[in-house]
């Protein structure tokens, strides 16, 4: 029977699980956190509680095996644990204050190469540990006070190594209460940095009395008739601190958020445009359209990365052809000359780059003019087009419209008439449908209403001023009234459109044999909107005149 000085007492052999629970606790929360919210800052707290989970989880198998079942050469295994779950706190320390704190470049700079040595010198003492045991914790030696304090029963003896790790330990506390302590001076604001500075002041002092007890035999604290180790106490309240800093900080962020959604309903002075966690994507740009920040869903659902956004111009994100012959191309120049004159927000549909190898995506886009610090921005929004939930009871439709002559009322019509059509055909026929009328409306506007020839539109295009042409044609008195009329009418067997404007009309009879029987360049460019309808439609018809004309599609 072996008698201790110390017998093993119920608060020392109880405060481990106490803490073991308590850290697993936070620990789970915080993996819960870093996967909802792809936090790094989260993921680097569950982090450094793993070690203290690992800690504090291997003192109670300490005191288990060794103190209590005398199972020494198992205790002696979860003692080498022990110490080796306090070493790697020499990375995790840095790289979670790498997240939490405000860091410059420079003190970034210094603060990654801190915890990239700790890292690395504990892979090295753990080699060491296992290769040369006696360096760290001897699984032959006992402790020195093994047979005096039960508690200490089954504990190797401190190596080198240990006393090394220690030292680095205490001087890795120290930086680290230091950093907090300039962050709280510089920000002025005690605010959630003051949590983690006490508990690793605590985790210091706790790491010191265990050491001057290790020497003298006494516990220089309020508890000195207690055997119990202050620094497990001590870790996992500076462990609890740290985990209450950061969800005091993400109470804070959603505060924060939760004010900047208010202000952007209320004012564009204070709008905020980077919101994180919506699937819209929001970015800005400067005044020649390229891209300044973005939040995740640009980076998750465009073609876009992250290291490269500033490289970025915003014609690079549509999915068209850069020239002023597409459509698209021609919407969207024009939007955004009203947007840089009249300084209003515009809206308009448009299909994006996918990310990888997936098809466009068409989005609404809108786009207005911020000041953010005293600088003009642009800021996007891009939000998915939702489903028309009563679409699935439309058996029968019909309607009659009216538009100007501005190629975005084309844009914004096509898609209107097409919204009810995914119920009988495929997304892709729907959209050649869709392109089709647009190129249609649009002929209807430029040679129609706004009589611009052929040769007119080709000249202006070759000298790169086509839509300053077309506004010059709108804003005319005798072209400022007409209008294009739309007929829409959609049934369970077929969908009909007829389109008519107020020009002149053509020789529809000719045009349309040149294009069935002509492969000529020149007639492609120039009757290109009228050979995609013959493409996508089953019936095609022309008034007389020429200036109507009426195409079935007929559902199979």
């Not at 093993?8 to 803490?19: D, S, T, Y």
């Not at 060491?128 to 039960?150: C, G, M, V």
């Not at 959609?490 to 020009?503: A, C, M, N, R």
Request: aromatic letters at 14%.
């Amino acid at each position: 029977m072996i008698t201790f000085e110390h017998q093993l007492n119920l608060i020392q052999f109880l405060i481990p699980p106490v803490c073991f629970g308590v850290l697993f606790s936070g620990f789970l929360y915080y993996i819960y956190m870093s996967y909802i919210y792809k936090s790094q800052l989260y993921a680097s707290v569950a982090f450094l509680v793993l070690f203290g989970l690992i800690f504090v989880g291997s003192e109670i198998m300490i005191l288990s095996f060794g103190s209590w079942m005398k199972k020494i050469e198992i205790s002696l295994r979860f003692h080498q644990i022990e110490q080796l779950s306090g070493l790697y706190f020499l990375f995790a320390l840095p790289y979670t204050l790498f997240h939490l704190l405000q860091l410059n470049r420079k003190w970034q700079a210094i603060n990654k190469s801190i915890a990239i040595t700790g890292l690395i010198f504990s892979v090295i003492v753990t080699i060491f540990a296992y290769i040369r045991p006696d360096t760290f914790i001897s699984l032959t030696e006992h402790k020195a006070t093994w047979l005096i304090n039960e508690g200490d029963y089954g504990r190797g003896q401190e190596g080198v190594l240990y006393y090394i790790r220690d030292l680095l330990i205490g001087i890795c506390l120290i930086y680290c209460i230091t950093c907090f302590i300039i962050e709280i001076i510089r920000s002025r604001n005690i605010g959630y940095h003051i949590y983690p500075a006490v508990g690793l002041l605590l985790a210091f002092a706790g790491a010191v009395i265990d050491s001057v007890h290790v020497h003298t035999g006494v516990f220089y604290d309020f508890f000195q008739d207690y055997y119990f180790s202050r620094f497990t106490v001590c870790a996992t309240i500076a462990l609890l601190f740290f985990i209450f800093s950061v969800t005091k900080k993400f109470i804070l962020s959603s505060k924060e958020l939760e004010e900047a959604h208010k202000t952007i309903s209320l004012s564009e002075e204070k709008y905020r445009f980077l919101v994180e966690g919506t699937n819209d994507c929001v970015f800005s740009m400067d005044k020649n359209l390229n891209l300044l920040r973005a939040n995740k869903a640009v980076f998750k659902q465009l073609n876009v990365r992250s290291d490269n956004i500033n490289n970025v111009n915003f014609y690079d994100l549509l999915s068209l052809d850069k020239d002023d012959t597409d459509m698209t191309y021609q919407v969207v120049k024009e939007r955004m000359e009203f947007l840089s004159n009249k300084g209003k927000a515009v809206d308009f549909k448009a299909f994006f780059k996918s990310k990888g190898t997936m098809e466009p995506r068409e989005y609404n886009v809108k786009i207005e003019k911020i000041n953010i610090g005293g600088g003009n921005e642009i800021l996007v929004k891009a939000s998915n087009i939702p489903e028309d939930t009563i679409m699935k009871y439309i058996e029968r439709e019909e309607a009659k419209l009216k538009i100007g002559n501005y190629l975005i009322t084309a844009d914004e019509i096509s898609s209107r008439l097409v919204m009810n059509l995914p119920k009988y055909l495929d997304k892709k026929y729907v959209n050649n449908i869709k392109l089709g009328l647009r190129e249609i409306i649009v002929n209807a506007i430029e040679h129609g209403n706004l009589d611009i020839s052929f040769d007119e539109k080709t000249k202006s295009i070759e000298q790169g001023k086509y839509i300053q042409f077309l506004l010059s044609r709108q804003k005319e008195p005798s072209m400022r009234k007409k209008r294009i009329a739309i007929d829409y009418f959609l049934e369970k067997d077929h969908v009909s459109y007829t389109i008519k404007d107020q020009g002149n009309g053509f020789n529809h009879k000719k045009i349309s044999r040149i294009i069935h029987e002509s492969v000529d360049r020149d007639m492609l460019e120039h009757g290109r909107g009228l050979r995609m309808a013959y493409n996508i439609f089953d019936e095609i018809r022309f008034n007389r005149k020429g200036n109507q004309i009426t195409l079935v599609k007929y559902f199979k």
